[in-house]
Structure formats: C-alpha cells, structure tokens
C-alpha cells in the first residue's frame, strides 16, 4: 500500500545539508502493523514527517520516491498533498498536550479532517464527532465535545486524537510515539486501544517508537533504525527471538527480563551521533562496539537477506558478541573447569 | 478599581497644588492692573489659601457627585466644559484604535507568514520607522502635504459650523475631518501591534497543534486563519489596555495640532492659562480611562482564552 523508496531526507545545518534519514527503503501492506524502532535521533520521527510532508520545505531537502497507492506523495502539490492526508493517511502524534489547539472544543477539532474530506450536514458531522469519541473509550462524550484540551487529561488528549485521525476512516495510520508522553498504566489502555481499533478498520499502521514492549504487543514487522538507516527488519517472531544485528541484540540485552538473566543491564556504549558530525562511511555502530576489530566490518555495508524476510546490515553480526554474554561464558567455562 | 481612582485622585491633586502658580496667576497673567493685594483676596474668596489636604477633600466630595468645580479661565462649570468635548475625543480615538488594527493585523499577519521575504522586510522597515517618528512632526508633516498643499482635507476643527447639523452632509464632513487625524495617530500607533502579531505568528506556525492542522488536510489558508491566527491574537487583545494609554498621550498631540475640539487640545490650554481644575479633573479621566482600558484588556483575554476563564 505505502511503498517508501530509497528516501533521503535532509535537514539545512549551517547551510548544508545533512541527511536524518538516509536511504531508507520500505513496504507497509494493508492490515499489517510496521513498526519503527531506534533511540532518539535516529530518524524515526523524521520519516514519518517525510510521509505526511509536514518538514518546513525551506529546510529540508528529501529525495527517492514514496508511492501510495500508485501516487508518488514527493511529487504532488500542498494542495494535492491536502486532498490525501487526514483522509486516506493519517498521523497521530507523540504529544497530546501540545498537538490540540489550545482555544479550540474537541469536537470542533475532530470535525475538521471531515469539513475539508467528507461532505456531511453539520449535525452529520457532530454525530460522527461524537461516534468517534465513544469508539476511542470516551464516554461521556457529549460533555467532552464541548471541553478544551486543558480540561482534559493526558490519556484522553490521546485518545481524542486517535479519534481526530480516525475521522475520515484512513487507510494507512502513522503513529509516532503514540504513548511516549503517557505513564504506564495510560499507555497500556492506549496500545490496548488502537490494537482493538487496528483489528476492526484494517487500516495499515506505522508504528513509530523506541519502547520495544510496545512492539512486542502490536507490531506484526519491525524495522529496527539506527543513525538513519535499517539495519534489521524482520517479522517480529523473528526479531525477538533470533536478533543478529549488534545494535537489536544490545537493544533486547539493555532491557529487563522477568526471567533467565540476573545481574546489571546491559548499557550501549555512548550515544547516537548528531547528523552533522555522522560518519557516512562503514558501519555506523562501529563506534559503539569498540571491542569488534574494524575488518570484521564490511567497508559499505548493505542489507543482506539472512533469511526469508530477515534483513540485516553489515557482516558484523556474524562476530558479534556481547561483554555480558563473554563474561557469563568465561564464568561457565572457569565452572566446568574446575 | 475605586481605590485605584482614588488614590490617583490623590496623587493628582496633590501634584497639581505643587506646581508653580495657579488658578489667579493664571487667570490675570498678562494683566499688570490687578494688584497682588486684589489677588490674594481672590485667593482667599475661594478658598485657594487652605491647606491641600482640605482643599482635597472639598474637591472629591464635589467630584464623586460629577462637579469637578468651575473653570476659571471658561467662566463654566468643569464638568459641562468636558462633556461638550469629550464626545469628539471618544469619536477620534475609537477611529483610531479600529484604523490601527485594520492596517496592523494584515501587516503583522503577512509579515509572520512569509518572514523574511520582500513583503516581510518592508513592514518590518515600516515599523521602525513609524516607531522612531515623534508624532507631532508626523501630524505636522500630514497636515502640511494633505491639508495645506494638496488641499484634500480640512486642516482643522471637527466639523464645518455652516453645516446643519443631523444631515447626512454633516456626518460626512465630520468624517472628512477626522481623516488627517486619524492617520496621524494610527500610522505610528501600529507598529506595537504588528511587531507582536508579527513574533507571535513566527512562534505559533512552528507548534505541534499546527502541524496536527496540516495532517488533517487543512488547507494553507485556512491553517493560518483558523489555528495560527486564533492563536496569535491573544497578545494583541492583551495589548488593548495599553494601546488606549497611548491613545491618550496621542491625542495631546494630535489635537492640539489639527485644532480639533477634544479633550487633549482642553488640557493642553488649561496647563497653559493654569486653569486648574480643569486639569485635575482631565487627568483623573485618563486615569480612569487607563484602569478601564486594562480592565477592558482582562475581559477581552478571558473572552478569547478558554484557559484563563473563570469558574
């Protein structure tokens, strides 16, 4: 349904341009979950923005192609960009306290996709303003129609705007970090919620976060990013249990685990470059995994199909391992030994 | 707001007693006939040699039931003196204001929309410009080209007095009158008004609620109209209070100029001839003008604010 294209997405630093997302290739299906993971920087939240076109055009450059349903969305006109987004695409966004407009009623705010997408009577619209707002758990809808954002708390912004983005019934939802500003508890209902929801529009969904438990509960592939680029993809049975690249596998190790190992996390090593003082040559976690030697690394590395559906960057994985995992073995070792 | 009037009221009077002369010096300046002897006894007559503090209370107690004395210089009572001027002060401001905003709310909105661009870079010149300007050169500069060179519009009064009055004839020349006016005044009044629409929308088109507006599909215009602008006038009705402050000062200026008939003209030629009472009661109305305006200021801003409402 949304195939994205070798896109490259660059951002005006100091008046040159410095790619966030970097050659970044993908397929969304009908009815499938993609999810998109990395630590903060690594371009997740900028490529989802590449897709609606919502980067300020004066300091951005992006290139490739992204086709949806047949259309190249890089191609066409703010105008054309309109008559599609809020419609047939839609996008949640990461902070429901900042993404309502403050002086404007919900229910003024959920009508709007409809006023520009549908042609309904006002009370048509009121109605399914108000449907809306009852399918995403609120129930007492008619009163919550008439509030501001102010009025209402963290989980039910979100919730209200799940609905915003529900307005048109769109065929491919991008989320990005839809429970990132959520506590717990909150995000457990909202990832609980937009799987029901998921489950009965069949909508394609993006699913744009760092929080692998929220993968686990609802992705059906994961595109794991790093520094602008994929460096796994894979079903998300796969990913979980048989990770190759070194960046998932430190990932999955630096979380904790109800069961098996006991001790310290797991902690990568240093953080994600800023774009502007990036390497673009080799493999970019090299730095981070100081103790792989340099020639276990492939000079340009590229996806390599491990198996069906399994890509992984860099041959790195092939020698991979982790500290932890060295140490646990030598202390087995020095047991059997004795 | 009443001991805010009455405290001022204090201040005024106060301030007013210590100013060198008064009423009589004023009321006889030029007339060497009248003896200093004859003066005090006027003086005393009416009650000028008293303490200030009961010459306070004499005035406020008359005040608060709307006599504010009699005018030396009008041979009238105060109060009838203001109210047949106040109207056109009330009249010439009020065009003001509504012609600021109609010039500065377009400027500030294109320059907050396409910063940096020709458009952009023109207002901006505009209002350091219009800010540097003393507006009595202005004044004088339009009244010189408009209504003394060019000869469009009168140059002074507020209405031709050969002119009947309730006709339709009558209103418009009491329009074309305030035309030179009101430009002068509201020209240099927009510049707070666009300098802040203006900052207000570069940091508004940049939140999230915007981009949520732009993934809806909303078109372009409508995403300035309807969440930047909504957004960004907020200031500007924050701003009104102040905006009739200046108004006030303006209008000194503005009047005495084009000689038209108001409130600010009265109170520069009851400080001239010393005309006391005058004065005091003027500058109590500004005050009272100033409390109103940031009261107005309030009102306004819970108006448009949801989250700033009361109960």
């Known amino acids: ?338 | 707001m009443i001991p805010q009037l009455l405290l001022l009221s204090i201040l005024i009077f106060f301030l007013a007693k210590q100013m060198p002369g008064d009423a009589v010096t004023g009321a006889f300046m030029g007339k060497p006939n009248v003896s200093a002897e004859q003066m005090e006894k006027i003086r005393e007559q009416h009650g000028l040699n008293d303490p200030w503090i009961v010459q306070y209370g004499r005035w406020i107690g008359d005040a608060i039931q709307g006599d504010f004395g009699q005018s030396f210089v009008h041979k009238q009572p105060v109060t009838q003196l203001l109210a047949g001027r106040i109207g056109n002060t009330i009249w010439l401001s009020v065009a003001t204001l509504v012609v600021t905003y109609v010039i500065a709310i377009p400027l500030g909105m294109i320059a907050g929309r396409w910063t940096g661009s020709w458009a952009d870079q023109f207002i901006v010149t505009y209002n350091y410009v219009s800010f540097a300007t003393p507006v009595f050169v202005f004044a004088l500069l339009m009244l010189y080209v408009f209504g003394f060179v060019l000869n469009w519009f009168p140059s002074g009064g507020s209405v031709d007095i050969r002119i009947e009055e309730g006709t339709a004839e009558y209103v418009w020349d009491r329009l074309k009158h305030l035309v030179l006016p009101v430009l002068s005044g509201s020209l240099l009044l927009t510049y707070s008004t666009v300098q802040y629409l203006r900052n207000e929308i570069i940091e508004t088109k940049m939140k999230d609620f915007v981009k949520t507006a732009r993934a809806k599909g909303v078109p372009e215009h409508a995403v300035y109209r309807r969440h930047v602008l909504r957004h960004s006038i907020l200031p500007i009705a924050a701003f009104l209070g102040y905006e009739i402050t200046g108004l006030i000062a303006g209008s000194v200026f503005i009047e005495t100029i084009f000689s038209y008939p108001g409130l600010g003209r009265l109170f520069i030629d009851s400080i001239m001839t010393r005309d006391f009472t005058v004065v005091t009661a003027l500058v109590l109305i500004s005050g009272a003008a100033v409390i109103v305006g940031t009261m107005l200021s309030d009102i306004i801003l819970r108006m448009v604010d949801p989250r700033i409402r009361l109960g």
């Open chain 1, 1 to 338: 349904m949304l195939t994205i294209h070798n896109l490259r997405t660059s951002f005006r630093i100091h008046d040159e341009f410095h790619p966030a997302v970097d050659g970044i290739s993908l397929t969304i299906h009908k009815n499938e979950v993609l999810a998109i993971v990395g630590e903060s920087g690594c371009g997740k939240s900028a490529l989802a923005l590449s897709i609606l076109g919502l980067h300020p055009p004066e300091r951005t450059k992006i290139e490739g192609t992204i086709e949806f349903q047949g259309q190249n969305l890089l191609q066409l006109s703010t105008a054309e960009l309109n008559q599609i987004r809020g419609k047939r695409l839609a996008m949640i966004f990461q902070d429901p306290m900042t993404a309502l407009h403050p002086l404007m009623i919900i229910g003024r705010q959920i009508e709007e996709p409809m006023k520009y997408h549908l042609t309904l009577s006002t009370k048509e619209k009121k109605q399914r303003a108000l449907q809306l707002l009852e399918r995403v758990g609120i129930h007492n809808n008619e009163q919550v129609y008439q509030q501001y954002p102010h009025e209402l708390s963290g989980g039910m912004r979100q919730r209200v705007l799940i609905a915003m983005a529900l307005a048109c019934d769109p065929e491919l939802l991008i989320a990005d970090e839809p429970t990132t500003a959520l506590d717990v508890t909150i995000q457990a209902q909202i990832m609980e919620l937009m799987k029901e929801l998921q489950r009965q529009s069949q909508a394609g969904i993006l699913l744009i976060t760092h929080d692998l438990g929220v993968v686990a509960e609802m992705a059906d592939r994961v595109a794991v990013m790093y520094a602008g680029e994929i460096v796994e993809l894979a079903p998300i049975h796969t990913l979980f249990h048989n990770p190759l690249h070194p960046y998932t596998r430190s990932l999955l190790h630096s979380l904790p685990s109800s069961f098996g190992q006991k001790g310290r996390l797991h902690v990568i090593e240093g953080m994600v470059p800023a774009i502007e003082h990036l390497k673009r040559s080799g493999c970019r976690f090299a730095p981070r995994i100081p103790w792989i030697s340099n020639e276990l690394h492939e000079v340009n590395p590229v996806l390599h199909e491990i198996a069906p559906q399994h890509f992984v960057r860099c041959v790195c994985h092939q020698h991979f391992y982790l500290p932890t995992e060295r140490i646990g073995d030598e202390i087995n070792a020095s047991i059997t030994a004795t």
